[in-house]
């Protein structure tokens, strides 16, 4: 009786011990959980709707902002301690782990975000990350430019308290909207990415999420990671927009099923890049949308 109580104990602790990610008890969250904050501008500073995306983000396991509309933030020194106070505030009482910035230019990091960060002596108050919002293949600017503003931010990055690393998000591997591209293209700018990223975001936004259609792309940024003696970390983008993605989807299922989707069939898959891809979790575009499909 005593072995069979024992038993029955031990199997409760284990089931405590296990992050959840909402319908499915035995669900392991994945180590990043990230969630773009769209018009943060028009939060930052309301302490209700400050408390009310921490409050909201955090039950719906998300461990990462990435905070959108950080223009007139960041440039306006007057209200940095404002900033200061949301991040830290997100950092120790609500437990995320990151906090970044994401930006549409290298030098929005080599000078704002940089005055930012270095005015603050707590470093739990600067940003983690930064990220770059430049959809070079739909036509904004081209693949050449963006990758200048990457190296640009990698090289900044690397002169910061505590290191701030750099994201890049991707659509399609090639130049900009409409451009001819090759096979040998698409590895040329794979390449490229995986030099200066520390860690790259590919969206899979289809009403339906599968692993089909980011397979393509993940391999041909895992060949090139294995040739570079690297292995790419890598967040998978879902959308909550109504009606064109998957905010229906999530309406009845949590966040954390459609990366499972991604991640178990890419368990299961055998491609030539596989080797040199690192599933680390997901990330949701954006709050409003998000709130929206789980209010």
């Not at 990435?66 to 830290?88: C, M, Q, R």
């Not at 940089?114 to 005015?119: G, K, L, M, V």
């Not at 090759?182 to 009403?207: F, G």
């Not at 003696?229 to 064109?244: M, N, Q, R, W, Y």
Request: hydrophobic content about 35%.
């Amino acid at each position: 009786m005593k072995k069979y109580f024992l038993i029955i104990c031990i199997s409760c602790l284990v089931y405590a011990c296990i992050p959840t990610g909402g319908g499915n008890p035995f669900t392991r969250l994945p180590e990043y959980r990230g969630l773009y904050v769209n018009k943060f501008d028009t939060i930052l500073g309301d302490t209700a709707k400050e408390n009310n995306l921490l409050r909201w983000a955090k039950r719906e396991n998300f461990n990462a902002l990435t905070l959108y509309g950080l223009s007139k933030i960041v440039s306006e020194p007057s209200i940095y301690n404002t900033l200061a106070a949301f991040i830290l505030k997100a950092k120790t009482d609500y437990g995320f782990k990151e906090v970044n910035a994401t930006r549409g230019k290298a030098s929005d990091f080599t000078n704002y975000v940089n005055a930012y960060n270095n005015s603050r002596t707590n470093t739990a108050e600067r940003f983690n990350w930064a990220n770059l919002e430049r959809e070079f293949w739909n036509g904004d600017n081209t693949f050449t430019y963006s990758f200048l503003q990457l190296q640009q931010m990698k090289n900044w990055g690397l002169t910061q308290t505590p290191v701030v690393k750099t994201e890049e998000y991707i659509g399609w591997l090639r130049d900009s909207s409409g451009a001819q591209t090759t096979p040998a293209r698409r590895i040329e700018i794979a390449d490229s990415l995986v030099m200066v990223v520390d860690r790259m975001l590919i969206h899979d936004y289809q009403q339906n999420v599968s692993f089909g259609y980011v397979e393509e792309r993940l391999d041909t940024l895992g060949q090139r990671a294995i040739a570079q003696g690297k292995i790419l970390d890598v967040a998978i983008i879902f959308s909550a927009e109504t009606p064109t993605y998957s905010g229906a989807y999530f309406s009845t299922h949590p966040f954390v099923d459609a990366y499972n989707i991604i991640y178990n069939a890419n368990s299961a898959a055998t491609y030539p890049g596989k080797a040199g891809i690192r599933l680390v979790g997901y990330q949701i575009y954006n709050y409003s949308h998000a709130r929206n499909a789980r209010p």
